[in-house]
T-cell receptor, first 114, second 112 residues
Framework: GAVVSQHPSRVICKSGTSVKIECRSL??????MFWYRQFPKQSLMLMAT?????????EQGVEKDKFLINHASLTLSTLTVTSAHPEDSSFYIC??????????FGPGTRLTVL | DAKTTQPPSMDCAEGRAANLPCNHS???????VYWYRQIHSQGPQYIIH???NNETNEMASLIITEDRKSSTLILPHATLRDTAVYYC?????????????FGTGTRLQVTL
């Protein structure tokens, strides 16, 4: 199947700093990418849908000014958690949709905010 | 997208077939059934999807009932590495507004 990578896999930061997470589709082009968040022992929750060259669409309750998404190319989307706080600590997972409309997921990024 | 119902957990002996059921009684005619699994602390892995015909690939088989109100994912020879949470999701394919919405899934434990 198609491969999606994320970087970094794990990040620890101080409260108030910003963290950028990259998501890349390695062997296909993705006009649409998605960002999910998963808290311990819970299921994945969709945060936003990212379309190449346009503004992201955020799910209800997700602050667009706090979670900045950029999808500058067909293989790269970034999520920036601005002014991170301990409650933002979570497992962030991206996915990319291929031309056959199947979504493939990255390995996830574990964010810990101290 | 239609809602799905899965048992919260199942056990399976290694080497045996694991049959994971999913109910999707409100599925629409243009909605596909997708299966993903998530091994602990990893991103979900795509397994298989189908519309109404049974499907098989190198990982699993998907059996969809004739009325499409339920389906079964079959792992023919489960191994310890198949221990994971399995998600059954129905969604419209080829729609820009279509999203994968995850429920709570079935936690499959494969044992020796």
């Amino acid at each position: 199947g198609a491969v999606v990578s994320q970087h970094p896999s794990r990040v620890i930061c101080k409260s108030g700093t910003s963290v950028k997470i990259e998501c890349r589709s390695l062997d296909f082009q993705a006009t649409t990418m998605f960002w999910y968040r998963q808290f311990p022992k819970q299921s994945l929750m969709l945060m936003a849908t990212s379309n190449e060259g346009s503004k992201a669409t955020y799910e209800q309750g997700v602050e667009k000014d706090k979670f900045l998404i950029n999808h500058a190319s067909l293989t790269l989307s970034t999520l920036t958690v601005t002014s991170a706080h301990p409650e933002d600590s979570s497992f962030y997972i991206c996915s990319a949709r291929d031309r056959l409309d199947t979504q493939y997921f990255g390995p996830g990024t574990r964010l810990t905010v101290l | 997208d239609a809602k799905t119902t899965q048992p919260p957990s199942m056990d399976c002996a290694e080497g045996r077939a694991a049959n994971l059921p999913c109910n999707h009684s409100t599925i629409s005619g243009n909605e596909y059934v997708y299966w993903y699994r998530q091994i602990h602390s990893q991103g979900p892995q795509y397994i298989i999807h189908g519309l109404k015909n049974n499907e098989t690939n190198e990982m699993a088989s998907l059996i969809i009932t004739e009325d499409r109100k339920s389906s079964t994912l079959i792992l023919p020879h489960a191994t310890l590495r198949d221990t994971a949470v399995y998600y059954c999701i129905v969604r419209v394919k080829d729609g820009t507004a279509s999203k994968l919405t995850f429920g709570t899934g079935t936690r499959l434990q494969v044992t020796l």
